[in-house]
């Protein structure tokens, strides 16, 4: 039982333009949402957060958008870079219990230049 | 300062033989996970610990594996015996109580022959 879940293995985008990566989770208890990225050969490292109670969070070229309704959150990327081409996954916790993250099985970001 | 550090890298074992993937987590974090990736399944996580007492080992495939922690700068994550499903990447993260994300290791590659 998959509770978050990335829908699309792989996007291909050309440099310049949007990248927008969606996520969609299950549990309602979840409240703070977070995007890695991963390069081949390296662990996944920590790129944007967002909690429940915002809808939006900002950083540079990489926003997420939240909607609780439908439990549903993407990360944009814009512009896009050749350098963003990695692996992004989309990863839920509970505040107030552990630390331990759920995480989605992934999305392969091309970008094209 | 160094980030969590987990060896081998690498690990090309026979079917049957024990392997130990160890790692260290970054000085005065509280929390540790192991996660493994494969294909199918993504990011999973497989145990976690909280000041070395472990509090989660509901994602743990069989009982062939089996993590300890012994102090608050090491762990170790052992498959007795190994069979070839459990090739993946392994990663080890750690985080803080008063942190919002983990981080993790550059991950142990396992292939079993």
């Known amino acids: 039982d998959q509770q978050v879940k990335q829908n699309s293995p792989s996007l291909s985008v050309q440099e310049g333009r949007i990248s927008i990566l969606n996520c969609d989770y299950t549990?309602?208890?979840?409240?703070?949402f977070l995007w890695y990225k991963k390069y081949p050969a390296e662990g996944p490292t920590f790129l944007i957060s967002?909690?429940?109670?915002?809808d939006k969070n900002e950083d540079g070229r990489f926003t997420v958008f939240l909607n609780k309704s439908a439990k549903h959150l993407s990360l944009h990327i814009v512009p896009s870079q050749p350098g963003d081409s990695a692996v992004y996954f989309c990863a839920a916790r509970i505040s107030g219990s552990a630390r331990q993250l759920t995480f989605g099985s992934g999305t392969q970001l091309t970008v094209l230049p | 300062d160094a980030g969590v550090i987990q060896s081998p890298r690498h690990e090309v074992t026979e079917m049957g033989q024990e392997v130990t993937l160890r790692c260290k987590p970054i000085?005065?974090?509280?929390?540790l996970f192991w996660y493994r990736q494969t294909m199918m399944r993504g990011l999973e996580l497989l145990i976690y610990?909280?000041?070395?007492?472990?509090?989660?080992d509901s994602g743990m495939p069989e009982d062939r594996f089996s993590a300890k922690m012994p102090n608050a700068s090491f762990s170790t994550l052992k498959i007795q015996p190994s069979e070839p499903r459990d090739s993946a990447v392994y990663f080890c993260a750690s985080g803080e109580s008063s942190g919002n994300t983990i981080y993790f290791g550059e991950g142990s590659w396992l292939t079993v022959v």
């Open positions: 610990f909280n000041n070395n007492v472990p509090i989660d």
């Open positions: 000085s005065g974090h509280d929390y």
């Open positions: 549990n309602s208890m979840f409240d703070y």
């Open positions: 967002i909690s429940s109670i915002k």
